[in-house]
């Protein structure tokens, strides 16, 4: 179900048969369809499936409570509107280790629990300590219990200004642009919000610089638009400021010098 653009409560209600025990419902995580589409209604489909089938949903995304997208669901919107189990990222939006988790019905998780395939696919204990401190910052509302997509639209404002002040620090070599920024590792493919960056003139060549930025120390990674090379600033961290600013200064002196990589 779900493979084409109408998709209706009908076409899962109607290929369920004696033998069906879960329905699946898989949102669209990293891609969209647009034009005349149509979606079933979770809530209607679960009023109609019978009592012996289970209604589970893969939000992909992990969105739990952050609220910068209004295109994403919520993992506890899923549960209330009568999920049974919901599968969704420990990182993506949520920004923790790389993960799958399962939230739902107490007795279902159990049940999932004493399967024997469950030693295969439990995780270990460095990804349960680290999943438990994100969500235990998370649930104290710290900053540092945000994922680094809800980290990065929050401080849209700072960056912008910051990248400013290095244009003009800069202005021989750089050209401050606005830019399209995406965040939640391909949860949200349709949705941009406006980041800003830096496209550099240099008498260097596109690729060539790109490779001496890139190889360098600290590893400078930017992207080649209309053939010129662009840093997308929105995505330097701020404990990652200080060293990016040593490193293109130090790399722009040595142009003003003529000492070309």
Known sequence: MGTTNVTTADDYINAITEDTA???????????????????????????????????????????????????????TYLDMGADLVCFS????????????????????????????MRAFRCGRIILSLMEELLVRKLNQETSGQGIAERTLANLPQARQWCETLAQRWHHRVTFVQLPTQVGGGAMP????????????TPLKPQALLDHLRLGTPAIFGYLHNNQVVLNLTTVLEADQAAFVERLDSFFQQLDRGEHA
């Open 190 to 201: 349709a949705q941009t919000y406006s980041g800003c960056g830096l496209v550099l003139n």
């Open 90 to 117: 420990g990182d993506k939006i949520l920004g923790g280790p790389q993960a799958g988790l399962i939230a739902g019905r107490d007795e279902l998780i159990q049940r999932l629990g004493r399967n024997p395939m």
């Open 22 to 76: 879960m329905v699946l419902m898989v949102h669209q995580s990293n891609f969209f369809i647009g034009g005349f589409t149509e979606s079933p209604d979770i809530r209607e489909v679960k009023r109609r499936l019978p009592s012996h089938v289970n209604l589970v949903i893969d939000q992909g995304s992990g969105m739990s409570t952050e609220r910068f997208s209004s295109d994403e669901t919520q993992l506890a």
